[in-house]
């Protein structure tokens, strides 16, 4: 059974640096894309970033100049680093692989951006 | 960015009546390979999206078939043939053709 785990920091200042990491359980690392997806009442879902089994990234353009997606395929783990974080970056944080050869999510991280 | 714009906002249904989402998308969502990258998502309270079907019209495994998606190019369908009270939660159209991008969101409630 696939599982992913989350965790990181859940409270952030104006400008800090958001961190996240997500372990995979059940599943080869390389046989996926890793996604992390984010979703506020705002903005909805909003897709970040992906990264596969050899490194390769593609981010959003909204979001490019400030993200790094990066992965320790000996641990199965992801990693999100979003720089210079604002109120409007409060959001709930998943990492995910999407499509019919595995459809997976973590449970979500909470992130709030406050002074 | 392909904008997803999805009809109704909100639906409130009876259990065993029909209901049924609109997804419309800025662009083509055909690719060179012949696919339409148009998905659905399904959020249950207190839950993380999943995969209801994919590629318009094919249902994961172990979905329902109650639940069936159409459509083409650039306007799609979710349909439920008889709504049960498990089907609660927010309903998302996603397209993957160009990066991901999602619709806002229909919620499902029970009348």
């Known amino acids: 059974q696939v599982q992913l785990q989350q965790w990181g920091a859940g409270l952030l200042k104006p400008s800090e640096t958001l961190s996240l990491t997500c372990a995979v359980y059940?599943?080869?690392?390389?046989?996926?894309?890793w996604t992390w997806i984010r979703q506020s009442p705002v903005k909805g879902l909003e897709w970040i970033g992906e990264?596969?089994?050899?490194?390769?990234?593609n981010y959003n353009p909204s979001l490019e100049s400030r993200v790094t997606i990066s992965a320790d395929t000996s641990k199965q783990q992801l990693s999100l680093n979003l720089t210079s974080v604002t109120a409007a970056d409060t959001a709930v944080y998943y990492c995910?692989?999407?499509?019919?050869?595995?459809?997976?999510w973590g449970q979500g991280t909470l992130v709030t951006v406050s002074s | 960015d392909v904008v997803m714009t999805q009809t109704p906002l909100s639906l409130s249904v009876t259990p065993g009546q029909p209901a049924s989402i609109s997804c419309k998308s800025s662009?083509?969502?055909?690719?060179?390979?012949?696919?339409?990258?148009l998905h659905w998502y399904l959020q249950k309270p207190g839950q993380s999206p999943q995969l209801l079907i994919y590629?318009?019209?094919s249902r994961l495994s172990g979905v329902p078939d109650r639940f069936s998606g159409s459509g083409s190019g650039t306007d799609f369908t979710l349909k439920i043939s008889r709504v049960e009270a498990e089907d609660v939660g927010v309903y998302f159209c996603?397209?993957?053709?160009?990066?991901?991008?999602f619709g806002q969101g229909t919620r499902l409630e029970i009348k």
């Open positions: 995910a692989t999407l499509g019919y050869t595995g459809d997976y």
């Open positions: 996603m397209q993957s053709i160009e990066f991901i991008t």
């Open positions: 059940g599943a080869s690392f390389s046989d996926y894309y």
């Open positions: 990264i596969n089994g050899t490194g390769s990234t």
């Open positions: 662009q083509s969502l055909l690719y060179s390979d012949g696919k339409t990258y």
């Open positions: 590629e318009v019209s």
